[in-house]
């Protein structure tokens, strides 16, 4: 499993939206997008999911 970093739109009470960032665990980034869609909505996931290096 690899990780990977992307920017998703969240819903605000009030109804603004803000950008965050996000870590998901998936084995490739077409996995890691398919979780995100799942988990925060489709059309919320507004970059694609970059792998974040291997820390030591």
């Known amino acids: 499993m690899n990780l990977y970093l992307a920017n998703i739109r969240v819903l605000l009470p009030g109804g603004t939206t ?3 960032q996000t870590l998901v ?3 490739n980034p077409n996995d890691a997008n398919l979780l ?3 988990m925060y909505g ?3 996931v507004l970059s694609k999911p970059v792998k974040m290096p291997a820390s030591t």
């Open 18 to 20: 803000r950008v965050v």
């Open 25 to 27: 665990y998936a084995r």
């Open 42 to 44: 489709h059309g919320n």
């Open 36 to 38: 995100l869609d799942v």
